[in-house]
């Protein structure tokens, strides 16, 4: 018997990536741009997002959206009052979405359809920052109930992201949220990084929201 | 917690390149883990032993070597290594900089297994080594 030394060098998540990096190819050729909302539980995606697929849809725009939650269908439910192709992923308990069930839930529908897709992860500042899901950008949502500090507090989901959307700025001033000091964790943590602050109630910044979307689409499809 | 989901996959990383090379059992497991890698070190160590329960890895160590975070800085010219992740900023001349260059590895360097010797004293893995050298 002896003792031998393998190399390996493989990323451990590499089964996934390869996956995500099919899932992404597949999903370019579509013309699609997607997108990935992370944040931790009751941050508003599902307000965000529903508010985003009916304004894309009074807009004319194409968008179909897939849900990840631990058990319920309680958002997909509240998704599809939007008008818009939605399908729920129950991650039976899991914490957060892989590209596998991703590229599964994708099976039948005609991705050429569709020049938006939205991917709500499930509700967790952690976990979900590890998977690449196949998509162009991650979004991540910050509500200002949470406190200025999160970024700081989740540094790496954070730095993960390409865009930060501050929600619920209808409640900004009840809760005494400071957007000078969430603005700069954030910059701490991801220097450049696009920081929008809207309200799904109110409308506030989600006009700005669907053009930042629409630009974001413009560069991904003249990239390729 | 996806530490578990994750100890699996180092499992079946290892257990694969193990049978590849004939081996009989995995000795040790060596894993780089950056600082934004997004896995917790202790949850990791914690699940690793769940996830070898009844494999070739039973009874394997994990050795993680963890790695900083690192981003060059385009003022001083060099790679500079971050005193937090929560202040993406050189350390020297304090200019933010998100060009991360290393912190985000999580990846299997290397494992140490066990090989039978053949009649001769020599291991299929010697042999392995000596056809690719040949390629």
């Known amino acids: 018997m002896e003792t031998r030394v393998l190399e390996i060098r493989k990323g451990i998540l590499n089964k996934n990536d390869e996956i995500a990096r099919r899932l992404r190819e597949r999903l370019h050729a579509c013309g699609l741009l997607t997108v990935n909302l992370v944040s931790s539980p009751g941050s508003g995606k599902t307000a965000f997002l529903q508010r985003t697929l009916r304004m894309l849809r009074e807009a004319g725009k194409t968008a179909a959206a897939l849900v990840g939650d631990l058990a319920t269908d309680n958002d997909a439910k509240r998704l599809a009052e939007a008008g818009v192709p939605v399908k729920q992923i129950t991650t039976d308990g899991r914490c957060h979405l892989e590209a596998q069930m991703v590229s599964d839930h994708l099976a039948d529908w005609d991705l050429r359809s569709f020049e938006y897709l939205f991917i709500e992860n499930v509700g967790n500042l952690v976990c979900p920052s590890s998977y690449d899901l196949g998509e162009d950008v991650r979004v991540v949502l910050l509500s200002v109930a ?79 | 917690m996806h530490e578990l989901s994750i100890a699996y996959s180092v499992v079946e990383i290892a257990t694969q390149s193990a049978v590849e090379a004939g081996a009989t059992r995995v000795k040790s497991v060596h894993v780089r883990l950056g600082a934004l890698a997004g896995v917790v070190r202790g949850a990791l160590e914690f699940s690793y032993e769940i996830a070898c329960a009844g494999t070739m890895l039973e009874g394997s160590s994990l050795v993680v070597t963890e790695l900083p975070a690192r981003v060059y800085c385009a003022v001083c010219g060099i790679e500079v290594e971050l005193e937090s992740v929560q202040l993406f900023c050189c350390p020297r001349c304090d200019t933010p900089s998100g060009d991360l260059r290393q912190g985000r590895e999580l990846d299997v360097e290397y494992i140490e297994v066990d090989l039978p010797g053949d009649e001769h004293g020599n291991t299929s893995a010697g042999d392995t080594k000596r056809n690719s050298e040949q390629e």
């Open chain 1, 146 to 224: 949470e406190g200025e500090d999160k970024p700081l507090k989740y540094p790496n989901i954070f730095n993960s992201a390409d865009i930060a959307v501050i929600t619920k700025m209808d409640l900004a001033e009840a809760c005494e949220f400071d957007l000078d000091a969430a603005r700069r964790n954030l910059q701490a943590v991801r220097p450049g990084m696009q920081t929008l602050t809207t309200s799904a109630k109110t409308g506030t910044g989600m006009s700005e929201w669907i053009e930042c979307l629409s630009q974001e689409r413009r560069a991904r499809n003249s990239a390729d």
